[in-house]
T-cell receptor
Framework: RKEVEQDPGPFNVPEGATVAFNCTYSNSASQSFFWYRQDCRKEPKLLMSVYSSGNEDGRFTAQLNRASQYISLLIRDSKLSDSATYLC???????????FGKGTRLHILP | GAVVSQHPSWVICKSGTSVKIECRSLDFQATTMFWYRQFPKQSLMLMAT?????????EQGVEKDKFLINHASLTLSTLTVTSAHPEDSSFYICSARDPTPEQFFGPGTRLTVL
C-alpha cells in the first residue's frame, strides 16, 4: 500500500456544485494531516490543516477518519477559481518527514 | 506571516555549470527546510531534508554530491546543482517549517539546462 494515495482525477464539476475527495494513508501512527492546493506551475499553498475533530473554513471542510485511515476534503458551492490540484499531506515515520500524495486535479466548469 | 522566498525564480544555464538556489524564511525561524523537485505534470518529489547546522538527509536516489545543500542559519538554506545537465531541468521548490508541523513553500525556481 502506498504511503499516501489519492485519486488523480480529473474531477470535472459544474460551478456551484459540491465536490469531495479522499486521501488514504498507510501509517497508522501519523499525527499531522493537511490539504494543500497547487495551481499550474506554482508552488503548493497550505489550504487547511485537518484536525481529529474536523475543520471547516468557509466553503471547505476537512475531516479525518483514523479508523479507516483517510482524510477528506469537501468543497461546497464550487467556484471557477477552485480549479487546481489538491495535495494530501501526511507526516511519515519520522516527525520531520512529510509525505505528499500525487494530488487530485479538479476542474470547475462554467 | 510564514513567508518563504526563493532566488532566483528562474535560471537558464549551460550544461556542466553549477547553479545555486537560495531559500529564505522571511518572518520566522525555520528549524527544518525541505527541497523538492517537480517535473511537468508530476508530483512533488522530496529530495532532501535539512536541519540548521547539521548535514542534510537525502532521499533514496538523490545524489548528495550532485545536489549540495547548506543550511547555515535558521533563515537560509541553499541548494547547489553541480555540473548541471539537461535532465536536471525541473522546478525546484523549497519549504520551511518552524516547530509546528505545517510547511510553507517558496515560489519555486525553474531551472533549464541547455
Amino acid at each position: 500500500r502506498k504511503e499516501v494515495e489519492q485519486d488523480p482525477g480529473p474531477f470535472n464539476v459544474p460551478e456551484g456544485a459540491t465536490v469531495a475527495f479522499n486521501c488514504t494513508y498507510s501509517n497508522s501512527a501519523s499525527q499531522s494531516f493537511f490539504w494543500y492546493r497547487q495551481d499550474c506551475r506554482k508552488e503548493p499553498k497550505l489550504l487547511m490543516s485537518v484536525y481529529s475533530s474536523g475543520n471547516e473554513d468557509g466553503r471547505f471542510t476537512a475531516q479525518l477518519n483514523r479508523a479507516s485511515q483517510y482524510i477528506s476534503l469537501l468543497i461546497r458551492d464550487s467556484k471557477l477559481s477552485d480549479s487546481a490540484t489538491y495535495l494530501c499531506v501526511v507526516n511519515g515515520d519520522r516527525d520531520d518527514k512529510i509525505i505528499f500524495g500525487k494530488g487530485t486535479r479538479l476542474h470547475i466548469l462554467p | 506571516g510564514a513567508v518563504v522566498s526563493q532566488h532566483p525564480s528562474w535560471v537558464i544555464c549551460k550544461s556542466g555549470t553549477s547553479v545555486k538556489i537560495e531559500c529564505r524564511s522571511l518572518d520566522f525561524q525555520a528549524t527544518t527546510m525541505f527541497w523538492y523537485r517537480q517535473f511537468p505534470k508530476q508530483s512533488l518529489m522530496l529530495m532532501a531534508t535539512s536541519n540548521e547546522g547539521s548535514k542534510a538527509t537525502y532521499e533514496q536516489g538523490v545524489e548528495k554530491d550532485k545536489f549540495l545543500i547548506n543550511h547555515a542559519s535558521l533563515t537560509l538554506s541553499t541548494l547547489t546543482v553541480t555540473s548541471a545537465h539537461p535532465e536536471d531541468s525541473s522546478f525546484y521548490i523549497c519549504s520551511a517549517r518552524d516547530p509546528t508541523p505545517e510547511q510553507f513553500f517558496g515560489p519555486g525556481t525553474r531551472l533549464t539546462v541547455l
